[in-house]
């Protein structure tokens, strides 16, 4: 890791995808897309439905191969490996986020977070481990017996980040991961991604909503399969975000004690 | 992925679908358990008629004299005497592929002992007799050539006959009794024999010496043999052999010339035991293609939940795919839930086979043989069936695409 101002980590070279090529149904949904996002950024994707945001996150997420350009991520070309190589790929490299956490049912949290190191080989002892610490990471050190169904859409999808995290990857894939939440608790899952930002690791997030977007230190805009924007600033800070609302429920909570004991008082 | 750990991850997958996994065992479970039982029942009828004709004794020839004509009217096999004891020292002594040979004379009579009295079918015989029937002495001993040559009123007495005259387990050698008005003494007591595939008692019985019979009860010692030979070949590969030698024989010795039928008969009955032999292992091989028919409607039985399971878990696969799941994992993982279904069918397949392959011997006193490899041979064919009807779902769901089934409702 060489932090924020390293090298490039995904390179996306005139990147082409087209759908049934030869039929009548044919989609071009990405139409040359040329991006370099370095280490320890963190970036929103943003675009309508039908923009190619989608289809691009499947593309970083090496789900799927361009049709044509090159894709270079942590130094492999991906753009011509086999479907065995990209789940390597996939699991060494990348975390997924999803906007609908996709935790395995009627298993545990500490479970559900072993899941990559499984695929990796690992010995359960190391697995065990790994998972409780990354756990611990997203503050759910606590529940780890619990099953999905037994933890609140916030808890769900910090578990799902542990899992994401477990890895030690060098990019985090989330894809919508707040469009399942409420504000706050889509505040408190952000600023555990500018967290994760300020420790080295590569966040790249796919959104529709701006506020979301706010958060990255970099927007990219798709639309109709091309890139319409590339914007650097200075991020807002999900943290202090919450130490505001915070203070403001107090102030509310303060408020209604006076109310209350006026009504008392005039009783 | 460690062997154990995919095991682990299957059996936890079953283990959510408790009904629905136990279900779809059941049609391996029937399948293994009716191959055992119907082998067992097949291979039991298989033993019984081997058994049955062990106990007549393996490899044997029964030469019987030919018909008697008397004014046009002929009287079958054994009626007429044909036979000569020359023609059954001949045969004994001259014939390379036979062993042994003994003459078999036979006669209803009655026993008296004391107070006491049984009839019985008495055979006048020779030593080697014990030795074709498979028939030895248990308490006392048999008669010696000596007995033959001298005509000595001795008599060896069948189990069901001392029951009938000492009582149960009675000893009886050394005693006294009487066949007609002819004291013999009782020498020995032939060993239980059982019952004939026809339900006749074989140990209702009892032995004189040939000549001793031939005189005292057929009236007195001729040139012709009253009666039957018993022939037993050197092996049971040798049987026909000796029955074409003991043909040949006969009929050089009777100066029967091409054109003459022969003037005797004889019955091979390794042929029938062949010809028993044989519909048993037909009734064994239609029963276990029955069998074999239900096990493979088990097998499809998996083949359908797993297709099933498959399309309901898409996401799950998504999942694992997104995680690092290569094609392979996910076709081992859904191959081992299909074998780990389909074998422990077999197993519990097995137990059930058994205990009713049991409960039938019990309940309705059929003979039943469960065999090792017939438990090896369906436990091992109900795996087979686990991965043959295993391997399509599992490839299935190892060929999903991840974004699709990531996508999957």
């Not at chain 1, 966040?203 to 909503?209: D, F, G, I, K, N």
């Not at chain 2, 498979?134 to 010696?144: E, K, L």
């Not at chain 2, 062949?274 to 048993?280: H, K, P």
Request: glycine share 10%; with cysteine.
């Amino acid at each position: 890791m060489t932090g924020a101002t390293g090298d490039t980590l995904i390179e996306l070279r005139d990147v082409h995808k087209i759908y049934g090529q030869g039929t009548e149904a044919e989609v071009h949904a990405l139409r040359g897309i040329t991006v370099a996002i370095t280490r320890g950024e963190f970036v929103a994707i943003m675009g309508t439905s039908g923009s190619g945001k989608s289809t691009l996150m499947n593309l970083l997420g090496c789900l799927d191969r361009p049709t044509s350009g090159s894709y270079h991520l942590a130094g492999r070309e991906i753009a011509r490996m086999s479907k065995g190589e990209l789940a390597e790929t996939r699991n060494e490299v990348l975390g997924f986020v999803f906007q609908n956490f996709n935790l395995l049912s009627r298993t545990s949290a500490l479970e559900n977070v072993e899941l990559p190191l499984i695929y990796r080989g690992e010995k359960s002892k190391v697995r065990k481990a790994r998972a409780k610490e990354s756990l611990e990471r997203v503050g759910l050190g606590q529940r780890m017996g619990h099953t999905p169904n037994q933890l609140s859409g916030g808890q769900q999808q910090r578990v799902a980040i542990a899992r994401a995290l477990v890895g030690k990857p060098e990019v985090l894939l989330a894809d919508e991961p707040t469009g399942n939440l409420d504000s706050r608790t889509s505040t408190e899952v952000m600023a555990l991604f500018q967290e994760l930002g300020e420790s080295g690791i590569t966040v790249v997030l796919v959104t529709h909503e701006p506020d979301i977007a706010e958060y990255a230190s970099r927007v990219l805009v798709v639309k109709d399969g091309v890139v319409v924007s590339d914007e650097r600033k200075t991020p807002k800070r999900a943290a202090d975000e919450l130490d505001r609302v915070s203070q403001g429920s107090a102030a509310i909570a303060a408020q209604l004690a006076r109310t209350k004991a006026e009504a008392e008082a005039a009783r | 992925m460690s062997p154990f750990q995919i095991l682990l991850v299957a059996m936890r997958a079953l283990w959510r679908n408790k009904l629905r996994s136990f279900l779809t065992t059941l049609g391996i479970i029937i399948g293994v358990g009716e191959v055992i039982s119907m082998m067992a029942i097949g291979a039991g009828a298989k033993a019984q008629v081997e058994s049955t004709f062990a106990a007549m004794g393996t490899n044997l020839l029964i030469v019987l004299p030919g018909a008697a004509n008397t004014s046009g009217q002929r009287g079958g096999f054994g009626s007429g005497q044909t036979i000569t004891w020359d023609d059954f020292s001949a045969i004994r002594d001259e014939v390379p592929t036979v062993k042994h040979a003994a003459p078999s004379l036979r006669s209803s009579q009655s026993i008296v002992a004391g107070e006491v009295n049984w009839t019985t079918s008495v055979t006048g015989t020779t030593p080697d007799y014990f030795d074709i029937r498979n028939w030895p002495v248990a308490s006392g001993s048999a008669f010696t050539q000596s007995d033959i040559d001298a005509g000595t009123k001795v008599i060896i007495l069948g189990q069901t006959v001392v029951e009938k005259l000492f009582g149960a387990n009675a000893d009886p050698v050394g005693q006294s009794v009487r066949v007609g008005t002819t004291p013999f003494n009782v020498i020995g007591v032939a060993a239980k024999k059982g019952q004939s595939a026809s339900g006749q008692d074989y140990d209702d019985t009892a032995f004189l010496p040939a000549t001793t019979f031939a005189q005292k009860i057929q009236g007195g010692l001729n040139r012709y043999l009253s009666g039957q030979i018993y022939v037993e070949a050197i092996s049971s590969d040798a049987t026909e052999r000796a029955e074409k030698d003991v043909t040949a024989l006969l009929r050089q010795r009777h100066h029967l010339t091409d054109r003459d039928d022969d003037d005797f008969s004889i019955r091979n009955l390794s042929e029938m035991a062949d010809s028993r032999q044989q519909s048993a292992d037909t009734m064994t091989a239609l029963l276990a293609s029955v069998a074999a028919v239900s096990l493979l409607v088990g097998g499809i039985g998996i083949m359908n939940i797993m297709l099933v399971s498959v399309t309901e878990r898409t996401r799950e696969i998504g999942v694992r795919m997104a995680l690092g799941a290569k094609p392979y994992n996910v076709l081992l993982q859904f191959l081992t839930e299909a074998l780990v279904l389909s074998m422990l069918g077999g197993l519990v397949g097995v137990i059930i086979g058994v205990g009713t392959a049991q409960w039938i011997a019990i309940r309705f006193g059929w003979a039943t043989l469960v065999q090792p490899q017939v438990i090896m041979l369906s436990f091992a064919f109900s795996a087979f069936v686990g991965v043959v009807f295993g391997v399509y779902p599992a490839r299935k769901a190892s060929q999903l695409d991840p974004i699709e089934a990531l996508r999957y409702e």
